[in-house]
């Protein structure tokens, strides 16, 4: 049995090759072939549309497909789903699923809707000048987040009882899974405890976007959930071109970003492979910093992944985000943000400083507001476009670093029960 979400178009086409016209004598060979070739294609992106458009997850109902052709279908190919097995919402209205797979593996994806995030250039100067009155939607609001602030909290947006499917967000952004663990062991993630179990097959990967689609309209995919996207390359690389067909999920290439910690082959086949956006996991301004946090910098070094990032092929507008996790006292100076400045330059880029997300066990800690937009100024005041992060679920364990296989690690002890352990706001399981 064959699953559906494994299947680009062209590969279901060809599945659909042998069926798709009976013989006409009055064809040459080649006529034949073209005619059956066409056929074959128009089905397939019929298909598609009933799947990824329309939500249809029964052959069955797909009414304009011929019964042989149904029935040839739910012999050979079945439609993939993930057994969801909760979910929770945060205060600011972020959703966190974790999923069972065939397996029994876990593995979670979160949405995320849009955030009052942080402007670059002139706008994110006059917001640290507290010129920006747009930041709150009222008053009460912003004392509700002060009050917050004050208290330790850090949510990163007011209390709201707005449902994803509302239709009252600006972005909805998935953000997606790419293993079942990760091997690439970041001391600041909290998905690097539990190691790798395996990577997912592609339809593991672009079913996580279509059950998030059925419940709310995704309108961004980025690949920074559980696992390194790039160390399961081939996998990942198709998904995304199933994501961008336009038959099928639809997304825009500028719509989905694949990040990654820095594996400099896959940076490369990548950008020969799928035109989609490339996020870099920075997080430190020297080797020896990088090297500390991020095993993955000894084996290719700062000088090998902004090489590699020099040349990745960018289309008009289109830059390249490198992601700065701000960690207390280690990589949060102004020496290092000068040293940012010196990495990136030339790259056609923006920087994404992330405040550390706090979590058990963790040996780092998150730097003072203060200090975090000290270093975007110093990035701002020198031209470098620089925004801060407003995590989003931190309350639920959603934001970034934090995601891992719930009710146990990656090989399914069960000495982790941060769903359970953790007051469930709102809980639609």
């Known amino acids: 049995m064959i699953f559906f979400q494994s299947l680009t178009k062209a590969d279901l086409a060809e599945l659909l090759l042998p069926l798709s016209a009976p013989r006409d004598r009055g064809l040459t060979d080649d006529e034949f072939e073209k005619k059956r070739a066409k056929r074959a294609k128009f089905r397939a992106q019929q298909i598609f549309h009933w799947v990824y458009q329309r939500y249809v997850t029964e052959w069955d109902e797909m009414t304009d497909l011929s019964k042989d052709l149904r029935e040839w279908l739910k012999a050979n190919v079945e439609i993939f789903r993930l057994t969801e097995r909760v979910n929770q919402q945060a205060l600011d209205g972020t959703h966190k699923f974790l999923w ?32 920006d009155p747009g930041t709150f939607r009222d008053d009460e609001e912003k004392e509700t987040e002060a009050t917050q602030m004050q208290k330790g909290v850090r949510f990163s947006g007011a209390k709201t009882d707005a449902k994803l499917n509302e239709g009252q967000w600006r972005r909805l952004t998935a953000c ?21 179990d395996r990577s997912l097959q592609t339809h593991e990967i672009v079913t996580q976007v279509h059950e998030l689609r059925m419940r709310a309209p995704i309108t961004n995919i980025v690949f920074m959930g559980m696992g390194e996207p790039l160390h399961n390359f081939e996998n990942v690389a198709k998904a995304c071109e199933i994501l961008i067909d336009q038959d099928g999920l639809g997304f825009s290439k500028r719509k989905v970003t694949v990040s990654t910690s820095g594996l400099v082959p896959a940076i490369t086949e990548l950008g020969k492979r799928v035109d989609v956006g490339l996020a870099i996991s920075l997080n430190a301004s020297t080797d020896e910093q990088r090297s500390a946090i991020m095993p993955v910098n000894k084996k290719w070094n700062l000088a090998a992944l902004m090489k590699a990032c020099r040349e990745f092929p960018l289309g008009p507008h289109r830059r390249i985000t490198f992601e700065y996790v701000l960690l207390k006292d280690f990589n949060d100076s102004l020496e290092d943000a000068e040293r940012v400045i010196k990495l990136t330059r030339g790259i056609p880029s923006k920087v994404n400083l992330i405040p550390f997300n706090e979590h058990s066990g963790a040996e780092f800690k998150r730097p003072d507001d203060i200090r975090v937009k000290a270093f975007q100024r110093y990035l701002l005041d020198r031209g470098v476009t620089a925004t801060v992060r407003i995590s989003r679920g931190r309350d639920i364990l959603a934001a970034c670093g934090q995601l891992r296989s719930i009710f146990g690690t990656a090989r399914g002890t069960d000495r982790h029960k941060d769903w359970k352990e953790l007051p469930v706001l709102q809980n639609h399981s």
């Open 176 to 196: 997606i899974s790419s293993q079942v663990g990760c091997a690439m062991a970041c001391k600041f993630c909290l998905t690097g405890v539990q190691g790798l």
């Open 100 to 131: 069972t797979l065939h397996d029994q593996k876990t593995i979670e994806s979160v949405i995320i809707p849009a955030a009052l995030q942080e402007k670059s250039g002139a706008d994110a100067v006059a917001r640290l000048d507290g010129r």
